[in-house]
């Protein structure tokens, strides 16, 4: 499986000099650390409840974004486990409650990382979706990361009605970039919770 990935990331990388990929991914698919998708599927069913609705399936959001032919992946992970490495590592932030953070088992990364991995990426359904192959779209996306806001994983702390969480960053990115990310849906059946925190505070903090 390693090396179809591998495959997959070179096809993605070479099929446009300059390009941005959105990834949807199954919230903790192909995790070694249950807990995630057991606390993924308890806060569904919370919400569900409270909202009165169906549950549904929840993901997470990732980039791949080449720039004249070098590729690089964005993504928040957490400051430990598989999924983690110093590499590329450009924003660091808290995870719960602020005072957490002190330990790294409290902390979330953000990851700009040239030539990086995306653990999971072989899980993303549909694949890699073509935002974009504008140069300037892909640099300002590079140029944003080490910029986004490092608000508290989980909670509501900027005042948007949203959590901030991975999907709160792609958004964030992507809008403060110039693309349309307000119809970025996940996949049928699916939902992205925090994604519309990350266009609020893009709209705050002005596009482009």
């Known amino acids: 499986m390693a090396g179809d990935r591998r495959e997959a990331d070179a096809i993605t990388a070479d099929s446009a000099q300059s390009a941005v990929d ?24 919370m919400s569900a409840r409270r909202e009165r609705r169906p549950r ?4 997470h959001a990732a980039l791949e974004v080449a720039v ?12 430990w486990g598989a999924g983690h490495s110093p590499d590329g590592a450009v924003a660091t932030g808290p995870v719960g409650a602020r005072p957490l953070g002190r330990s790294r088992l409290f902390r979330y990364e953000v990851h700009c990382w040239r030539d990086g991995a995306i653990p999971d990426r072989a899980f993303a ?7 974009s192959e504008d140069e300037h779209t892909a640099r ?10 490092t608000a508290v994983w989980g909670r509501d702390e900027l005042g948007t009605g949203d ?34 925190a990350g266009l609020v505070v893009a709209r705050a903090s002005g596009s482009g």
């Open 125 to 131: 359904v549909g694949g890699p979706r073509r935002l």
């Open 163 to 196: 959590m901030w969480n991975s999907n709160s960053l792609i958004a964030w990115l992507l809008a403060r970039a110039g693309v349309a990310a307000e119809g970025l849906d996940p996949p049928d059946g699916g939902r992205a919770p925090g994604w519309s």
């Open 22 to 45: 959105l990834l949807w991914i199954p919230l903790g698919a192909g995790s070694r650390v249950p807990v995630v998708r057991w606390n993924g599927r308890l806060y569904e069913a």
């Open 140 to 149: 300002r996306i590079l140029d944003l990361a080490p910029a986004v806001p």
């Open 56 to 59: 549904r399936d929840l993901y």
């Open 68 to 79: 004249a032919g070098t590729r690089y992946v964005v993504e928040m992970t957490p400051a």
